[in-house]
């Protein structure tokens, strides 16, 4: 299996480092990597993890259609207005046979069933199972394990720099303060107030909502409000009345369709959704058969949203 990576950087290398990892067990070959500053590598016999780049493909066409591969693993950054150019990216391989394996949010948060209606018709599989929880399975878990079953609405606590800029605030110090941890610990939003907008929890709920729920939404469509209104003194009088705050993603059916939001909620301490602290996350599933069905993930990092395009790769290996 010949994978072409578009975008090298630290999810795209380690992506790479597990390809490496596990190749005994599975032989993916990565035979392209295609970047915006450094350049694209071509090496038919696999590409190393420091890739010698030359000059950039001429459009992304010329890449894969150099790179021969199987599946396009698409690892652009996000733009949280319009998910291209990943969308054109992801178009390109469909429109080359390719499969297509995602991290970015951007092209299921605004053209989920659009892609999924093209690579459909051209007999193609399109996977984004690191788009939400890294490598926890979400998407994978519903379509493989629960057949049949409805999914009538979700709640998650999905954002981690919120996370940690709410338990921060909680001890005291400041927003600021709050941001400039998350960066440390390198889960924050190129712009942090994406995250704490509440931008990153609409695009991962209008992206679950569009898949498990068909929702064909975007984040615009989410009833938005982030954290900015929190200070330390609010939260410590929330606290010490037994509750906390968290950002939480809500979709649900009515009879109008799905609707979307994102809240800073203040919920009771015994409520589950309060019990994910810092880069850990949470997701409950409300559905028709199963009641309700949740999953969450331990301080997650590089190699767990790795993993996340690795099982897509495996999965698309073993149907094809
Ligand atoms: N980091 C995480 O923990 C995490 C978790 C889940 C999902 N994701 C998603 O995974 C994706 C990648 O994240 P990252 O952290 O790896 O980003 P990153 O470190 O900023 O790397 C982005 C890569 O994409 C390349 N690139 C940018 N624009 C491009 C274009 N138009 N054509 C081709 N290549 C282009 C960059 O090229 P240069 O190297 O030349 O700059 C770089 O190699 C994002 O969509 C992100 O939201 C990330």
Redesign the pocket.
């Known amino acids: 299996m010949k994978l072409a990576l578009?975008?090298?950087?630290?999810?795209?290398r380690a992506f790479a480092r597990l390809v490496e990892k596990k190749r005994s067990a599975y032989p993916f070959r990565i035979t392209g990597v295609?970047?915006?500053?450094?350049g694209t590598a071509i090496d038919p016999r696999g590409v190393p993890l420091e890739p010698a780049f030359g000059p950039a493909a001429a459009d992304i066409e010329s890449f894969l259609a150099a790179s021969r591969a199987d599946i396009a693993v698409e690892?652009?950054?996000?733009n949280p207005q319009t998910g291209e150019?990943a969308i054109s990216h992801i178009r390109a391989a469909f429109a080359r046979g390719m499969h297509v394996v995602t991290?970015?949010?951007g092209p299921v948060a605004f053209a989920y069933a659009a892609l999924r209606e093209e690579a459909r018709r051209a007999g193609l599989e399109f996977r984004h199972e690191?788009?939400t929880m890294?490598g926890t399975p979400v998407y994978n878990l519903v379509r493989n394990n629960l057949p049949g079953v409805t999914i009538q609405g979700f709640a998650g606590a999905l954002n981690s720099t919120t996370k940690v800029i709410l338990e921060l605030m909680l001890e005291g110090r400041t927003l600021e303060q709050g941001i400039l941890e998350a960066q440390r610990r390198g889960v924050a939003e190129a712009d942090p107030w994406f995250d704490i907008d509440g931008w990153d929890s609409a695009a991962k709920c209008a992206a679950l909502a569009n898949v498990l729920m068909d929702a064909r939404l975007t984040p615009q469509d989410v009833d938005r409000k982030g954290i900015g209104q929190q200070t330390p003194a609010k939260l410590i009088e929330i606290d010490r009345a037994g509750k906390k705050v968290v950002l939480v993603s809500r979709a649900r059916r009515t009879k109008d369709g799905v609707r979307l939001r994102v809240r800073a909620e203040v919920l009771d301490k015994s409520d589950l959704l309060t019990a994910v602290r810092g880069t850990s996350n949470l997701l409950v599933l409300e559905t028709d058969l199963m009641g309700q069905l949740g999953v969450f993930t331990i301080d997650p990092g590089?190699e767990q949203?790795a993993y996340g395009l690795f099982s897509d790769v495996v999965d698309i290996a073993r149907s094809i």
Do not use: E, F, S
């Not at 578009?6 to 795209?12: A, D, H, L, S, T």
């Open positions: 578009i975008g090298y950087g630290k999810v795209g295609h970047t915006m500053r450094h690892v652009t950054p996000l150019p991290a970015n949010k690191a788009v890294d590089l949203t």
